[in-house]
């Protein structure tokens, strides 16, 4: 069985910037867009700014992304964002279930399902964050922990909405810290989400879906990660507040991939 899958390096920018630096990043971005080669970029601002970085990457090849949403669709949720109103902005994916939301903000695996569902239906794509944390991997429990986040996170989904997903295994302790994933650390969880996602849906839905790696990637460790058999690409924070950094990441991922 042969897949292919087009890298995919998204920003995440968190809370950081101001209106006119988030509007010349993505300037920026957009004019420099070709240099990320067959890469696709997303840019996922605060949700304050999305309009404003919608306007700056319209009509080029920079996609737009929220970081997060509510499952609902409109009601009293007082500081919420609905799936649909992403969508009015022109956004086509959301983070879901990052690790902040799950540690800060008490993200329950069963809240991140039924916004990874809500996201599909409004017709976004969901980036939906899975990672153990430094206890967790030391005490032998990284497989166990990540296998429990994808198949919560994605439960009671067809095969075919789950073909639509992407997944960002991001390791709590590399998130931030300076402290990235080795290559085959990385790659291995990678397997094994794949893995589960072929028992989950069909092992020839697994080889389409994309999975990025998160945390600490760099331009110069990105090289070494991209070429990993299972490494989609990468959701990227501190280093996504520079262009240089945000493209130089996504030019390592630019080569197209074919896994059989
Ligand atoms: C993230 O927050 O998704 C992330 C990977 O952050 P950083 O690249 O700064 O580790």
Redesign the pocket.
């Known amino acids: 069985m042969t897949a292919f899958r087009r890298k995919i390096v998204a920003g995440?920018w968190?809370m950081n910037l101001d209106r006119p630096k988030a509007v010349e990043l993505a300037a920026s971005v957009v004019a420099r867009a070709a240099e990320a080669g067959t890469t696709e970029l997303v840019l996922c601002p605060p949700a304050v700014y999305v309009e404003a970085v919608g306007s700056a990457v319209a009509k080029s090849v920079v996609a737009l992304g929220g970081q997060n949403m509510h499952d609902k669709a409109s009601g009293a949720f007082t500081g919420e964002i609905a799936p649909a109103m992403l969508v009015d902005l022109g956004c086509r994916y959301v983070?879901l279930g990052?690790?902040?939301r799950r540690t800060l903000f008490g993200e329950t695996d069963a809240f991140v399902n039924a916004k990874t569902k809500a996201a599909l239906a409004a017709g976004l794509v969901p980036i939906v964050?899975v990672g153990e944390t430094l206890e967790e991997r030391e005490a032998g429990r990284t497989g166990e922990v990540v296998a429990g986040q994808v198949r919560g996170s994605l439960a009671g989904m067809p095969a075919g909405d789950l073909a639509k997903v992407v997944i960002?295994y991001?390791p709590v302790w590399?998130?931030?810290?300076?402290k990235?994933a080795t290559p085959q650390q990385a790659q291995e969880v990678h397997a094994l989400i794949r893995t589960l996602l072929g028992e989950l849906a069909s092992p020839a839905v697994a080889a389409g879906i994309r999975i990025q790696y998160?945390?600490?990637?760099?331009p110069d460790n990105a090289a070494d990660l991209a070429v990993q058999p299972d490494i989609d690409g990468?959701?990227?924070?501190?280093?996504?507040l520079k262009a240089d950094d945000f493209l130089g990441i996504a030019r390592a991922f630019g080569q197209p991939a074919t896994v059989t």
């Open positions: 995440n968190k983070i990052h690790s902040e964050c960002a991001e590399a998130i931030g810290t300076g990235v998160g945390g600490s990637v760099k990468a959701l990227v924070g501190g280093a996504s």
